[in-house]
């Protein structure tokens, strides 16, 4: 969707920490998510925010957000080589609250 | 328990050619979804089926329909296919659409139309 916006690539070393970062424009989205696709296969959620929330831990993913600047974030600490994917950041939005995608920033993680 | 299951996972087209690609889910879902992936473009919506009966345009519809045959399977056809066409298209289902429910995907289907 091009209402969502992300960087297309992202090299990490492994062990290292990774921050992807996204930012969207419909104020009125109170769902964000973050998707990963690996190679091959579909879309699989990794993990949510609603909007009143500024930060969301879940292992060692870290999702911070900036709703002023609508700027979502996905921090992956002690990154892995399987962690090589591409990585969505979505809104929903509309009557059917549907899913809007961003272009996927494809992150490779360097051994 | 299969999920979201497309078929074929590759198909090569000529242009004018017509095709359907299929997707069925078994999770007992409300709502399914067609997207088309391409390069630097992420996913866009094309049509989707808030529930049984019904069916919307997406962001993207031109040159596709749609069928929600039961409340499994949900079809996308083209009619008459075009270059501009080539892109791995997804299906995906939601148990409905509420604010947070997740998305299932299937694996995806390659369409090459030459």
């Known amino acids: 969707g091009e209402d969502v916006e992300q960087s297309l690539f992202l090299s990490v070393r492994e062990g290292d920490s990774s921050v992807i970062n996204c930012t969207y424009t419909?104020?009125?989205?109170?769902?964000l998510y973050w998707y990963k696709q690996e190679p091959g296969a579909g879309l699989q959620l990794l993990t949510y925010i609603f909007s009143n929330m500024d930060m969301k831990q879940d292992q060692r993913l870290t999702v911070l957000l900036n709703k002023k600047d609508k700027h979502l974030s996905l921090r992956i600490a002690d990154t892995q080589t399987g962690d090589s994917a591409i990585y969505f950041c979505?809104?929903?939005?509309?009557?059917?609250?549907?899913?809007?995608f961003g272009t996927g920033t494809r992150l490779t993680v360097i051994p | 328990n299969a999920g979201v299951t497309q078929t074929p996972k590759f198909q090569v087209l000529k242009t004018g050619q017509s095709m359907t690609l299929q997707c069925a889910q078994d999770?007992?879902?409300?709502?399914m979804y067609w997207y088309r992936q391409d390069p630097g473009m992420g996913l866009r919506l094309i049509y989707y089926?808030?529930?049984?009966?019904?069916?919307d345009k997406g962001e993207v519809p031109n040159g596709y329909n749609v069928s929600r045959l039961n409340k499994r399977e949900f079809s996308l056809r083209l009619e008459s296919a075009a270059p501009s066409q080539t892109s791995v298209y997804f299906c995906?289902?939601?148990?409905?659409?509420?604010?947070?429910?997740?998305?299932?995907f299937g694996q995806g289907t390659r369409l090459t139309v030459v």
């Open positions: 089926s808030a529930s049984e009966g019904t069916t």
């Open positions: 979505a809104e929903s939005k509309g009557g059917a609250n549907n899913l809007f």
């Open positions: 999770m007992n879902h409300n709502s």
């Open positions: 995906a289902s939601r148990t409905g659409t509420g604010l947070n429910t997740e998305a299932f």
């Open positions: 419909d104020s009125s989205s109170t769902y």
